[in-house]
C-alpha cells in the first residue's frame, strides 16, 4: 500500500472514532457506503431526438454502482458530501441532509469574447435520508442551455438524470479490513451522483 493511501486510511479510521451518537458536530465526519441505481434521463438528454437511441433503449442491468462517501460538518451550520472526487456543501433537513452544486460554463462565438453567447450550466441536489445507521435518497443532475446573440439556432431542451441510492454507515473496524485490503474505496462514482468522472 503506498503511503499517500495510507494517510489517507487513517484518517478516514480517525474520523469514524470521533463521531459519537446522533448527527455530527463541526469536526466530526460520518462513512458511509452507497450503492446508487440506474439512471433516469428525461428526453432532453436525448436531443436532437427524444428517445433513447434503438441500441441503448431496450438496455438493462440489476448491477448497481458503489462507491463511499463522508459527510461532515463545520462552522455556521454547513454540511459537506465529499464523494472521493467531488465536494458539495448542504444542510441538515427534517430527514437527514440536501447538498447542491452548480458550474457555469459560457462560450462565445469569437475567441475575443464576441458572438452569440452560449451558458450551460449543471445543478446538483443530492436529498440524504437517514435512518438509523441507513442512507437512502436521490441525486438529480440537471444540464440547462442558454443563449444569448443571433447565431443560438433552436433551444436546446433540459436533460435532467436521477438516480436512487442506499447506503449504510461504515465502522472503523470495517474501514480498516478495506485499508488493509488495498482496495480502491475512495472511488470516482457517477456524475449523476455528484459530479461528473
Same mark, same amino acid.
Given at each position: 500500500m503506498s503511503f499517500a493511501k495510507t494517510?489517507?486510511?487513517a484518517a478516514i479510521v480517525a474520523g469514524a472514532l470521533g463521531v459519537v451518537g446522533c448527527g455530527i458536530s463541526p469536526g466530526d465526519y460520518v462513512i458511509y457506503r452507497v450503492s %446508487?441505481?440506474? *439512471?433516469?434521463? @428525461?428526453?432532453?438528454?436525448?436531443?436532437?431526438? #427524444?428517445d433513447? %437511441? %434503438? =441500441?441503448?433503449?431496450?438496455?438493462? @442491468? *440489476? $448491477?448497481?454502482?458503489?462507491? *463511499?462517501w463522508i459527510i461532515y460538518a463545520s462552522i =455556521?451550520?454547513?454540511?459537506?458530501?465529499?464523494s472521493g472526487s467531488n465536494t458539495l456543501e448542504g444542510v441538515a433537513t427534517d430527514t437527514g441532509y440536501q447538498f447542491t452544486g452548480k458550474t457555469v460554463d459560457v462560450q462565445y462565438d469569437m475567441p475575443d469574447g464576441t458572438? #452569440?453567447?452560449?451558458?450551460?450550466?449543471?445543478?446538483? @441536489?443530492i436529498d440524504v435520508i437517514v435512518d438509523g445507521d441507513a442512507i437512502s435518497g436521490s441525486s438529480v443532475w440537471k444540464t440547462t442551455f442558454g443563449c444569448a446573440g443571433t447565431t443560438c439556432g433552436d433551444k436546446i %431542451?433540459?436533460?435532467? !438524470?436521477?438516480t436512487d441510492f442506499v447506503g449504510t454507515q461504515v465502522d472503523e473496524m470495517s474501514l480498516i479490513? $478495506?485499508?488493509?485490503? =488495498? @482496495?480502491?474505496?475512495?472511488? !470516482?462514482? #457517477?456524475?449523476?451522483l455528484v459530479m461528473a468522472n
Open positions: 494517510l489517507q486510511c %446508487p441505481g440506474v *439512471t433516469e434521463q @428525461t428526453s432532453g438528454c436525448y436531443y436532437p431526438d #427524444s433513447p %437511441p %434503438p =441500441n441503448q433503449a431496450s438496455d438493462d @442491468t *440489476t $448491477i448497481r454502482g458503489s462507491s *463511499t =455556521n451550520d454547513a454540511y459537506y458530501l465529499d458572438g #452569440s453567447k452560449r451558458t450551460t450550466t449543471d445543478s446538483y @441536489t %431542451p433540459t436533460c435532467t !438524470r436521477t479490513t $478495506i485499508c488493509k485490503a =488495498n @482496495t480502491p474505496r475512495l472511488h !470516482r462514482h #457517477s456524475r449523476a
